[in-house]
């Protein structure tokens, strides 16, 4: 019995489906958590005027915000958050980050230092040294 010869008639190259599939997640991923870093920021909080300090620079150090109203209340990436639960957290990003995470306080002037106190226990607390406290210059803002 003879066995039959199919000529290969497909042509060999590579499929570039996958690939374009990897290309478009990581497009949605960089614009998603971009819009969460900008939504964090527009959260409308007057912040305390200081003298002296430095501008923010943009260094490739990972950065956690942790924003606090005049009420006392403390959002971490745009969410309410329990001062019970803050030092696990930040405990589980300095893990995922590393030892340079920083974490960036933008606290509204009319805020008490008793509610900034617990927040710089925590960092304390988890092995967090890098804390900035996110202000107004003098200068710009009489």
Known sequence: MKTPRYASQRKLGIN???????????????????????QEMQIELPLPIAKSGADDVLEEVPRVT?????????????REIAIER?????????????????????T????????????????????IWNVTFAVYSQERNP
Request: proline share 3%.
């Open 16 to 38: 570039m489906t996958p690939m374009i599939d990897v290309v478009f997640l990581l497009i949605i991923f960089f614009l998603v958590s971009s819009h969460l870093v900008r």
């Open 66 to 78: 942790l924003n606090i109203k005049s009420d006392g209340q403390i959002l971490l990436a745009g």
């Open 86 to 106: 803050l030092a696990a957290r930040l405990k589980e990003l300095r893990e995922a980050e590393g030892d340079q995470l920083e974490v960036r306080i933008r």
């Open 108 to 127: 509204s002037r009319e805020a008490a230092y008793t509610f900034v106190e617990p927040i710089l226990t925590s960092c304390t607390q988890v092995g």
